[in-house]
């Protein structure tokens, strides 16, 4: 069979070699790339400082609002790590994820007396989009965007019984910047801010108790990173 006066076994033969040749020069330019100082995986691990700014609009008691009722939430601080794979040398994706923090809940304003409310712990998983800038010597700043799941896991009751607390989505807003120690190590510190709404429930001397908890923590990370 032929078209255009030309067998199509030629048309074939000539594509693949095309496709062959692209391939080569791909991965030349990728070996060439990574032979040139292009480290492709930067893992990092963290002391990360959890400080959180509460505040519980909506509490109900038995199907009623409390007034003056609102929440506490303790500062916590963890490990944490971060795994980031560069596609170009300025783009990058990162995963962030660590050991889970502990939150005491604690009754504020009519609430008070009531001590703690309930204990759990948490944890955020993040991705982020990063975009690393190369061009200040061993400086490098980066600004990060992307969407976390805060985890809450192990409930535990104090003053209200039958703690519970969904998990939620939320946006995850980074600045940070390294500096290079030698090829494949460097100093890391970020800030990152991820706000988020959830909803909690319990139960107080046998009525049930309602919440929305409005959350906004900053997440303050100093660590070490390695690259390779």
Same mark, same amino acid.
């Given at each position: 069979?032929? !078209?255009?006066?030309?067998p199509?076994? #030629?048309?074939?033969?000539?594509? $693949? $070699? ?10 030349? /330019?990728?070996?060439? !790339?990574?032979? &040139? ?16 700014? %509460?505040d ?5 008691? $038995?199907?009623?609002?409390?007034p ?7 500062? $916590? ?18 995963l962030?994820?660590? #050991?889970?923090?502990?939150? %005491?809940?604690? &009754?504020? &304003? ?27 010597? =061993? ?9 976390? =799941?805060?985890?809450?896991?192990? %409930? ?15 946006? @995850?807003? !980074?600045?940070?910047? =390294?500096? %290079?120690?030698?090829? /494949? ?6 800030? =990152?801010?991820v ?24 997440? @303050?990370?100093? &660590? ?5």
């Open positions: 069979m032929s !078209q255009n006066g030309k199509m076994s #030629i048309r074939l033969s000539q594509f $693949a $070699a095309a496709v062959a040749a692209l391939s080569a020069f791909s991965a030349q /330019a990728a070996s060439a !790339q990574d032979a &040139g100082g292009f480290k492709r995986w930067a893992v990092s691990l963290n002391a990360t400082r959890v400080s959180v700014s %509460e519980a609009p909506d509490i109900t008691l $038995a199907g009623g609002p409390v003056g009722s609102n929440v506490t939430i303790g500062d $916590a601080t963890s490990a944490t790590v971060d795994v980031g794979y560069f596609f170009t040398p300025n783009v990058a994706a990162d962030f994820l660590g #050991i889970p923090a502990t939150a %005491e809940i604690a &009754g504020a &304003g009519s609430l008070e007396p009531l001590g703690t409310l309930a204990m759990v712990n948490y944890g955020p998983v993040i991705l982020s989009a990063q975009y690393h800038f190369n061009n200040l010597g =061993r400086v490098h700043p980066y600004l990060g965007l992307g969407v976390g =799941r805060i985890v809450f896991l192990n %409930e535990r009751d104090r003053a209200l019984a039958n703690f519970s607390i969904d998990d939620s989505w939320a946006p @995850a807003a !980074q600045l940070g910047v =390294r500096y %290079e120690l030698d090829a /494949a190590w460097m100093l890391n510190a970020d800030v =990152r801010y706000p988020f709404s959830t909803h909690a429930s319990g139960s107080l001397g046998g009525a049930p108790v309602r919440a929305t908890l409005d959350i906004d923590p900053i997440l @303050a990370n100093v &660590g070490l990173t390695y690259r390779f």
